[in-house]
């Protein structure tokens, strides 16, 4: 059974840190995992994403201050968010994207967790 378990998320105040981390089991050779996020009244969007061979790629209104990682070993994608404004406040979800032995495309989610940025 696939599962996407995220970590990480709570309260902080604006200027400080998060780091999320989101474990995925029951899945074959992951080729993108990322992040995304929702806000209240926003649509989904893609915060950052990386391939498994390391390339990232980010949301211009992150770069320079989040940092996406992964562990290819542990199928786990880390995302360090450091200098946190409220307007980052949203429900942030992991995902994992690939292809299956049987050469069927897949694109799992977590069930989410939320960050919280106070002012």
């Known amino acids: 059974q696939v599962q996407l378990v995220e970590s990480g998320g709570g309260l902080v105040q604006a200027g400080g840190s998060l780091r999320l981390s989101c474990a995925a089991s029951g899945i074959f050779k992951i080729n993108v995992m990322g992040w995304y996020r929702q806000a209240p009244g926003k649509e989904r969007e893609l915060v950052a994403d990386?391939?498994?061979?390391?390339?990232?790629n980010y949301a211009d209104s992150v770069k320079g201050r989040f940092t996406i990682s992964r562990d290819n070993a542990k199928n786990t994608v880390y995302l360090q968010m450091d200098i946190l404004n409220t307007e980052d406040t949203a429900v942030y979800y992991c995902n994992a994207v690939g292809v299956r032995p049987d050469l069927v495309r897949y694109d799992y989610w977590g069930q989410g967790t939320q960050v919280t940025v106070s002012s």
């Open positions: 990386m391939t498994s061979g390391g390339s990232a």
